[in-house]
């Protein structure tokens, strides 16, 4: 990874499948894209299937906002990058972009997100492996000067004219 850039994350190709009635990608879709770059964000972090199986620890989903900028149309090529927003012992804020191959935002998602460790009592959460601390913090520490997406943390609000 080059200091100060996002994460590359994914690189994949909107399929049939996730186009809808009106010719673009369903919103249900979206999701299943940033679902799966956080998948390849794990693997990036220590919490690959190999770590996920040893250890039983995993990531839950707190929080998610999509953000829809462009459609994606079926064929369309695109890529998902991840910025570290910030992070502590157990939880990480994470912002995902989906670009199109000319640089074009399509989409983005925000997500919080929380380590978590799996037994016979349920999922509760514990504090990041050493491995995924580690990796944690050079995430951080390599994306320090990028600037802070202007709609995280904007949340969902109608504008009103005063």
């Given at each position: 990874?080059?200091?100060?850039?996002?994460?590359?994350?994914?690189?994949?190709?909107?399929?049939?499948?996730?186009?809808?009635?009106?010719?673009?990608?369903?919103?249900a879709a979206?999701?299943?894209?940033?679902?799966?770059?956080?998948?390849?964000?794990?693997?990036?972090?220590?919490?690959?299937?190999?770590?996920?199986?040893?250890?039983?620890?995993?990531?839950?989903?707190?929080?998610?906002m999509l953000?829809y900028f462009?459609?994606?149309?079926?064929?369309?090529?695109?890529?998902?990058?991840?910025?570290?927003?910030?992070?502590?012992?157990?939880?990480?804020?994470?912002?995902?972009?989906?670009?199109?191959?000319?640089?074009?935002?399509?989409?983005?998602?925000?997500?919080?997100?929380?380590?978590?460790?799996?037994?016979?009592?349920?999922?509760?959460?514990?504090?990041?492996?050493?491995?995924?601390?580690?990796?944690?913090?050079?995430?951080?520490?390599?994306?320090?000067?990028?600037?802070?997406?202007?709609?995280?943390?904007?949340?969902?609000?109608?504008?009103?004219?005063?």
């Amino acid at each position: 990874m080059r200091h100060g850039s996002a994460l590359p994350v994914l690189e994949a190709t909107v399929v049939s499948e996730w186009v809808d009635y009106n010719g673009h990608m369903n919103d249900a879709a979206y999701a299943i894209v940033f679902s799966r770059s956080v998948d390849a964000l794990m693997d990036r972090v220590g919490l690959d299937a190999a770590a996920r199986k040893r250890t039983g620890q995993s990531l839950f989903t707190l929080q998610m906002m999509l953000h829809y900028f462009k459609e994606g149309r079926e064929g369309d090529a695109f890529s998902v990058s991840c910025q570290l927003l910030e992070h502590d012992d157990k939880r990480m804020r994470v912002w995902l972009d989906m670009t199109a191959p000319g640089g074009e935002r399509l989409a983005a998602s925000e997500q919080l997100l929380i380590s978590i460790t799996q037994g016979e009592a349920g999922a509760r959460a514990v504090p990041w492996s050493f491995e995924t601390k580690a990796a944690l913090e050079a995430l951080a520490k390599a994306q320090s000067g990028l600037p802070h997406p202007p709609e995280a943390g904007a949340g969902v609000a109608l504008k009103r004219n005063k």
